[in-house]
């Protein structure tokens, strides 16, 4: 079935560092990606997303980049900052219906040392 | 202006007992979503409403699971005979509309069933 996996499980970087956490897709039809942040007792926080008609975005000290070829996504933050440290989780928006079914991968930490 | 906002935002039962989960989306919010957290895990979807009707339940995990959304703004999650197993996060979420892209979430409610 579809599924949206990511290979790092933790990431600890310095403050000041620039992040990327990664992800797979496995539904090549999906076209719409979103990043979401979730902080310890919260719900996600939607950060930046793609389509698929396009190759990179960038918004505030965030970038994503898809690649469709291989189905891979990536999240770069830049100047990480202790308040980036948190839970991110990629979501693909499930094919058909005309609504948005997140499909949600299994999140990577990212930790923020001084 | 408000987000989402779910009620309680604990809650701890025994195994066998009844619950009710709560969650008000934003105001004019037409799309409803709800999800379940494991520890650890991505949130997986539940159920979609469309305005007061439920467009899709298949995320559902067995007829123990009910919601509803009577006038089409808040949402009640009705689990029976709560088991073990079903101790999570249960997250809502909403969207401006069937097709809109950005789902806001709601800062969830921790279920535990003892």
């Known amino acids: 079935g579809e599924s949206v996996g990511l290979h790092l499980p933790t990431l600890s970087v310095q403050e000041g560092d620039n992040s990327i956490i990664n992800c797979a897709y496995s539904n090549s039809a999906s076209d719409y990606f979103i990043w979401y942040k979730q902080e310890s007792g919260k719900g996600p926080q939607f950060i930046i997303d793609?389509?698929?008609?396009?190759d990179k975005r960038q918004g505030q000290r965030v970038t994503v980049l898809l690649n469709k070829t291989v189905k891979h996504l990536s999240l770069q933050i830049a100047a990480t900052q202790p308040g980036d440290s948190a839970v991110y989780f990629c979501a693909e928006i499930g094919s058909g219906g005309g609504y948005n079914k997140l499909i949600f991968g299994a999140g990577t930490r990212l930790a923020v040392h001084p | 202006g408000a987000g989402v906002s779910q009620t309680p935002s604990n809650k701890v039962t025994e195994k066998g007992k009844y619950v009710e989960l709560r969650c008000d989306p934003i105001?004019?919010?037409?799309?409803l979503y709800w999800y379940r957290q494991s520890l650890g895990q991505g949130p997986e979807f539940l159920i979609y409403f469309q305005g007061t009707g439920a467009a899709d339940d298949s995320g559902l995990p067995n007829d123990r699971f009910f919601a509803v959304r009577p006038e089409g703004s808040v949402s009640t999650l009705k689990i029976q005979r709560t088991e073990r197993g079903d101790s999570a996060v249960y997250l809502c979420?909403?969207?401006?509309?069937?097709?809109?892209?950005?789902?806001?979430f709601g800062p969830g409610t921790r279920l535990t069933v003892l």
């Open positions: 793609i389509r698929s008609n396009m």
């Open positions: 979420a909403s969207s401006v509309d069937r097709g809109a892209d950005t789902q806001y």
């Open positions: 105001s004019g919010h037409t799309a």
